[in-house]
């Protein structure tokens, strides 16, 4: 995938219908785990921020919010999501009652965005892979970092639903679920949005479920089907029976006869760089360029 396109596969008006759906209360149980394992990579980061972003937490999780303010009890953070309702949702769910004390006395929590190169981490789970147009979006993410600051991000790979896309396929339906992209195609987007170093890895969880009721309510929650030519019309009872009987198919007898799904998590850690002045007879430096360019250089005030 090349350019500012979206995801072949992908249904921008389904797209955009899923990401104002509500969420309730309580993030997905799935998306709080895979937040929980990127937080072990923070680990190898010595960068503590004082700003960071969280982008869509009420999707990306809010234990997760809750574990990063306590990683960074002095850091500011700012809640963003294209819907402004759930970002707002998102900080009265983890501040607490405005009469707990712990509200005023932990960190700072503000809605929206940053001011453009004011932030030092930028913190996006389990939303890239439902992005209509993810290169703007991370272009979007480049902006909001300061020089030096670093993304962090997690979404779905193509690997995932492996068992349910052959289902769908044996019996002829369109598929479950739109295409995913290859780890390898997001650090190509990475370096073309202006990150550097960029550093991709990816897992696999399986998990297992008694009944294809249980299956199917856990995949409800966690997304929709966005093809593009997904089915248009509604669906039957008998259609819902075949479906049960046929995901009985997922079932591994090593699991003790339970349905299996697999699920690729791609990781992904990229910084933005210091900016270049572009060597020419004469060169140009804005203020803001400039100021970036001297905090980069130890022992130099950027008070310019």
Known sequence: MSGPERPPSLDPVAAARWAGHAVGQASPWLHEEVASRMQDRLDF???????????????????????????????????????????????SAVQGPWWQVARWLGPRIQVGIPPEGQAQMLWANMVLHTAVQPQNLLKIWHRALAADGFLMFSCLGPDTLRE???????????????????????????????????????ERITLTYETPERLLA???????????????????RRWREQLDSVLMALARPEEGGRLTLTFEIVYGHAMKPQPRATV????????????QMLRGKAGISDKV
Do not use: C
């Not at 856990?218 to 039957?236: C, D, I, M, P, S």
């Not at 020419?280 to 100021?291: C, F, K, N, P, V």
């Open 45 to 91: 980061i010595k960068l503590k921020p004082a700003r960071w972003v969280h982008w869509e937490p009420l999707r990306g999780g809010l234990l997760a919010q809750k574990a990063l303010q306590k990683r960074y009890p002095q850091a500011e953070a700012w809640l963003s999501s294209e819907q402004t309702a759930q970002a707002l949702a998102a900080r």
């Open 164 to 202: 349910l896309r052959d289902v769908y396929d044996h019996q002829g339906w369109p598929a479950p679920a739109h295409e995913f992209t290859d780890m390898h195609d997001w650090g190509d987007m990475l370096v073309e949005a202006g990150f550097a170093e960029p550093v991709m890895d990816m």
């Open 218 to 236: 856990e995949l409800r929650a966690w997304g929709r089907n966005l093809h593009v030519q997904r089915f248009a019309g509604l669906r039957g």
């Open 280 to 291: 020419s007879a004469r060169t140009e430096i804005g203020l803001d360029q400039m100021r």
